[in-house]
């Protein structure tokens, strides 16, 4: 089936520093999204895109993250800077249409760990 | 705001037992969407059933569910275990859209020989 795509599968950095989490959508697809799963608790929703726009954020979306989907290339999760608390597996999941009727196909994750 | 709760973390069965994962929920929408979401190790987690309507039962590869949305349950059942069914299981719910979806804490469920 249509596959997702996360680059890099695991990230260490340092408190403070920027990251970048990157997200490989199936090709057709057009509203893309972000989840944040901290280890033993569930997935929770972060932010969905379309169109280059931020649609919904959580109030786990912090100030000190970014969205972006750059000419159709790769759908971003910024973090700038770090904090402890981010770390967590991020998905990224994207879908060809919105509503109900579309399904959202997720990619495998994305381990941050912030020291 | 919506919630799932999923009162199983762990369960292990013997293969061929039938299984069933408990999934109750809450929100303030009437036409909300419940799904079963199915992660396997080192994979993305994908869709397993989905359904809106209540009392109708929605099977997928060997899994089924019913809404009752009386009770606000969407249990996931399957008639006899396999090995492969191993995996993370989770209930998620979304109310008026697509757009934002709530997932419950998850269930591991464990299938041995």
């Known amino acids: 089936g249509p596959k997702v795509l996360q680059i890099p599968s695991h990230q260490i950095i340092d408190m403070g520093q920027m990251v970048t989490l990157n997200c490989d959508p199936v090709?057709?697809?057009?509203?893309f999204y972000w989840y944040k799963q901290i280890l033993g608790q569930q997935m929770e929703f972060l932010v969905n895109?379309?169109?280059?726009?931020?649609?919904?954020k959580s109030k786990l979306f912090k100030d000190q993250f970014s969205v972006e989907r750059p000419d159709g290339s790769y759908f971003t999760l910024k973090i700038q800077p770090t904090a402890l608390e981010d770390s967590a597996v991020y998905f990224c999941?994207?879908?060809?249409?919105?509503?109900?009727?579309?399904?959202?196909?997720f990619g495998p994750g994305t381990r941050l760990t912030v020291l | 705001g919506d919630s799932v709760t999923q009162k199983e973390g762990l369960v292990t069965l013997t293969e061929g037992l039938p299984v069933m994962l408990n999934c109750t929920y809450q929100?303030?929408?009437?036409?909300?969407?419940l799904f079963w979401y199915v992660h396997y190790l080192n994979e993305s987690p994908r869709l397993l059933l989905k359904?809106?309507?209540?009392?109708k039962r929605t099977e997928h590869q060997g899994f089924h569910a019913t809404l009752h949305k009386s009770s606000s349950s969407f249990h996931l059942q399957k008639s006899s275990a396999q090995l492969s069914d191993s995996a993370l299981y989770y209930c998620?719910?979304?109310?008026?859209?697509?757009?934002?979806?709530?997932f419950g804490a998850g269930t591991k469920l464990t299938i041995k020989p």
């Open positions: 999941a994207s879908s060809r249409d919105w509503g109900n009727y579309a399904e959202q196909f």
């Open positions: 090709s057709n697809h057009l509203y």
């Open positions: 895109f379309y169109n280059g726009k931020v649609m919904e």
């Open positions: 929100t303030i929408y009437s036409n909300a969407f």
């Open positions: 359904s809106s309507t209540d009392n």
């Open positions: 998620a719910l979304s109310d008026d859209g697509n757009e934002k979806i709530t």
